[in-house]
């Protein structure tokens, strides 16, 4: 059992700095429903849970991905065996296809380091903001000098359900570290239970607050958002398109950090969950240098 105690105050502070990111789409299911086996038992498992909700789930439709295997290559190309990480956080919203493995633990142990590892769900988009707000308490409780942020998410739900189900199986891990770096994290800034109306007015008020003393910064919106804000047009806005709920948005982070050098030296990201209403927003400020990106 692991015990957690507040923070003594010795260590190092700062922000966390991004210094490189991996992504990939994936296609098929995972490797491990090949077995019959395994899938037997994914489909007795999820039978069983079923049941009480008087849902039924036909064996002949399990499918998907798991995130561990969607993750682990990920972490391979992202951290180097002699560049231990000191924490990793796992951020989804649909559940993973393999359901007897705790997939932060499994990961943890992969990942050079055998960092502390947490598993954000139930939170829909915002759960990869939430990630990525606790990567900036440890950074600043001087308990972390180096993390990886994981959100994944797959693209198949056997049984019927309200949840937005994603276009394709998809995966993003990010390393932030300090000291020099590409982009430091700046606040990042969550609103529970906002209804459509306000959204526009509060998403408006926090990226001129994230925004204040630039003279001009992109935006990368994800596609609920845009629906409901119409953002500054004098400035960039990159609208990801719909099918990644989870994802969209931080592989337009990606593009945005790793594109157009000379562009403003702030990025703000915005989400918005119209279902469980979460405002999501964050920045990130750039480096002049050379971002590493894939």
Request: hydrophobic share 45%; with cysteine.
């Amino acid at each position: 059992m692991f015990g957690a105690r507040p923070p003594d105050g010795r260590a190092s502070r700062c922000d966390p700095h991004l210094l490189r990111a991996e992504r990939a789409s994936y296609t098929g299911s995972a490797r491990f429903l090949a077995d019959p086996v395994n899938r037997a038992r994914v489909a007795e498992y999820l039978a069983d849970m079923a049941r009480p909700y008087a849902i039924d789930v036909p064996a002949e439709l399990i499918c998907g991905h798991s995130y561990g295997e969607m993750a682990e290559p990920l972490i391979t190309a992202l951290v180097p065996p002699d560049e231990p990480v000191d924490l990793m956080v796992l951020a989804f919203s649909i559940h993973d296809v393999r359901p007897g493995r705790q997939t932060a633990a499994y990961l943890s142990h992969v990942t050079p380091g055998s960092p502390m590892a947490f598993a954000v769900c139930d939170q829909g988009p915002a759960a990869a903001f939430t990630g990525l707000r606790i990567v900036r308490e440890y950074f600043s409780a001087g308990h972390a000098r180096r993390a990886v942020l994981i959100v994944v998410e797959q693209a198949a739900i056997p049984y019927d359900s309200p949840a937005q189900v994603p276009s394709q199986h998809q995966a993003v891990a990010m390393l932030y570290g300090r000291g020099s770096a590409q982009a430091r994290v700046g606040e990042v800034c969550q609103h529970p239970g906002v209804p459509p109306e306000r959204v526009a007015e509060l998403a408006r008020a926090e990226f001129a607050r994230l925004t204040a003393g630039h003279r001009q910064a992109s935006l990368v919106l994800s596609d609920s958002l845009a629906v409901t804000w119409p953002a500054p047009a004098a400035w960039p806005v990159r609208v990801m398109p719909a099918g990644q709920p989870v994802t969209g948005i931080w592989w337009g982070i990606i593009d945005e950090l790793g594109s157009n050098p000379t562009g403003p030296l702030l990025v703000v990201a915005a989400d918005y969950d119209p279902g469980l209403r979460y405002l999501c927003l964050t920045a990130f400020e750039k480096e002049p240098a050379e971002w590493d990106t894939r």
